[in-house]
């Protein structure tokens, strides 16, 4: 079981930043493709970024290319989404993903592809 936990939300207004972080429960944290989905009220869970075992792949949903930008620091166990230019549509939980990947370059960006979540952080961007 991996736990993973994710720090970094809050209210603020549009046009500003965040920077969420999920951090992993186990030291194991190279052998996982990453990713971020959100969820807002009344709407399913959806992807927003992805990254794979080494960092140096990345994909993007549209409405945040541009703005967002996905990252890990392998050697501190640690992914990140920089948020910048935030918009109130981006008003969500975002939670944090983690699943065994095989290859290298594998990028995920369905949930099923998932296996571990992390427990959600609400981000509120006010008008």
């Known amino acids: 079981q991996v736990l993973l936990v994710e720090s970094g939300g809050g209210l603020v207004q549009a046009g500003d930043s965040l920077r969420l972080a999920c951090a992993p429960s186990r030291p194991t944290f190279i052998e996982y493709a990453m990713g971020w989905f959100r969820q807002a009220p009344g709407r399913e869970r959806e992807f927003v970024a992805a990254?794979?075992?080494?960092?140096?792949?990345?994909d993007y949903t549209d409405s945040v290319k541009g703005r967002f930008t996905i990252s890990r620091d392998n050697a501190k166990n640690t992914m990140y989404l920089q948020m910048n230019s935030l918009e109130p549509e981006d008003t969500a939980v975002y939670f944090c993903?983690?699943?065994?990947?095989?290859?290298?370059?594998?990028?995920?960006?369905?949930?099923?592809?998932?296996?571990?979540w992390g427990q959600g952080t609400q981000v509120t961007v006010s008008s």
């Open positions: 990254i794979n075992r080494g960092g140096d792949r990345t």
């Open positions: 993903a983690a699943g065994t990947a095989r290859l290298y370059r594998t990028i995920y960006i369905t949930p099923h592809e998932y296996t571990y």
